[in-house]
């Protein structure tokens, strides 16, 4: 099985400050066919379902503000906001799907 | 604006069966891959399998043996059937919807429903 892991545990950071996670695959997860590494991010709020961020690890999902960016290659993904808003508060997953679909162990963004 | 909505008992006695379904509102069930996730509490999420509108399934290995999906397109909604529960069981159940053209990332939640394994 692929796993996800996820770093660090917990975060804090500055209003206004960079935040950055990551995410580390126990194998690889480029998906040939369109050499892109199977990869979504989500952000979720207590009490809320997940919200998707990001797809094929640096798509965008509409809506989501450009201060959230995804990135990585290889077995490393990021997932960076630029600068940090008070809404940005959450736990933020990253989820696999290059075989069975995979949730990494969550990352506690406070501020 | 397309919404789901779980519902069932929030309250499962072990060995029994966990029955939820989640209803499609404001869209058509056609065309989309549906999908059951749970998060134990305070726990990382849990793909459990998703459910095509034609009928197609597929599971996590890890709950194959005891999971069914179903899909009622007269009625625009889906069930998941959990057998032999446990405690293990207990979670936030959400239903999800794949982004269209994609299957395993999910683009559209309910609000999930939380259901206790305990006699």
């Known amino acids: 099985d692929i796993v996800l892991t996820q770093s660090p545990d917990s975060l804090a950071v500055s209003l206004g400050e960079r935040a950055t996670i990551n995410c580390k695959s126990s194998?690889?997860?480029?998906?040939?066919?369109?050499?892109?590494?199977?990869l979504a991010w989500y952000q979720q709020k207590p009490g809320q379902p997940p919200k998707l961020l990001f797809y094929?690890?640096?798509i965008r999902e509409s809506g989501v503000p450009e201060r959230f960016s995804g990135s990585g290659s290889g077995t490393d993904f990021t997932l960076t906001i630029s600068s940090l808003q008070a809404e940005d508060v959450a736990v933020y997953y990253c989820?696999?799907?290059?075989?069975?679909?995979?949730f990494g162990g969550g990352t506690r963004l406070e501020i | 604006q397309v919404q789901l909505q779980e519902s069932g008992p929030g309250l499962v006695k072990p060995s029994e069966t966990l029955s939820l379904t989640c209803t499609v509102s404001?869209?058509?069930?056609?065309?989309?891959?549906w999908s059951w996730v749970r998060q134990p509490p305070g726990k990382e999420l849990e793909w459990i399998g998703y459910v095509h509108y034609t009928g197609n399934t597929n599971f996590n290995p890890s709950l194959r043996s005891r999971v069914s999906l179903s899909v009622d397109t007269s009625w625009n909604r889906f069930s998941l059937k959990l057998r032999s529960v446990t405690a293990a069981d207990t979670a936030v159940y959400y239903c999800?919807?794949?982004?269209?053209?994609?299957?395993?990332?999910?683009?559209?939640w309910g609000q999930g429903t939380l259901v206790t394994v305990s006699s």
């Open positions: 999800a919807r794949a982004a269209r053209g994609a299957i395993y990332y999910f683009h559209l």
């Open positions: 404001g869209g058509s069930i056609s065309d989309y891959y």
């Open positions: 194998q690889t997860i480029l998906y040939s066919p369109n050499n892109r590494n199977s």
């Open positions: 989820q696999h799907y290059y075989t069975t679909p995979l």
């Open positions: 094929w690890t640096s």
